[in-house]
């Protein structure tokens, strides 16, 4: 049985760091896609940024361009997400997704591509 648990999040000043984790487990075989979404009060929820983890392949939305980074983790089928020099406007909960095992990134993300969520977590950043 697959399941999803994310980590990370918390709150930062403007031009400073924060970290998300990403496991996917009961699947120790395949690879699949995982990415971050975000959603802000009253706003749709946004993909941000992806990593396929057979190949390392990533994705970013052009909004966290050159300030985010996802890598793989130590553990198969698990990732990070690096903020950097984040901004008020990045405030928002944000949901690890991954899809079904055997299943590529796709860009732009799409919600419906990704099976399994985790239960989001508060990133809040203050000027």
């Known amino acids: 049985q697959v399941q999803l648990v994310e980590s990370g999040g918390g709150s930062a000043q403007a031009g400073g760091s924060l970290r998300l984790g990403c496991v996917v487990t009961?699947?120790?075989?395949?690879?699949?896609?995982i990415a971050w979404f975000r959603q802000a009060p009253g706003k749709e929820r946004e993909g941000v940024a992806s990593?396929?983890?057979?190949?390392?392949?990533?994705s970013y939305v052009n909004t966290v361009k050159g300030r985010f980074t996802a890598s793989q983790g130590t553990a198969k089928n698990s990732a990070h997400l690096q903020l950097d020099n984040v901004r008020p406007k990045d405030t928002s909960i944000y949901f690890c997704?991954?899809?079904?095992?055997?299943?590529?990134?796709?860009?732009?993300?799409?919600?419906?591509?990704?099976?399994?969520w985790g239960q989001g977590t508060q990133v809040t950043v203050h000027s």
């Open positions: 997704a991954a899809t079904k095992p055997g299943f590529p990134c796709r860009n732009p993300l799409r919600a419906g591509d990704f099976r399994y």
């Open positions: 009961g699947n120790a075989y395949l690879s699949l896609c």
């Open positions: 990593i396929y983890t057979g190949s390392g392949a990533t």
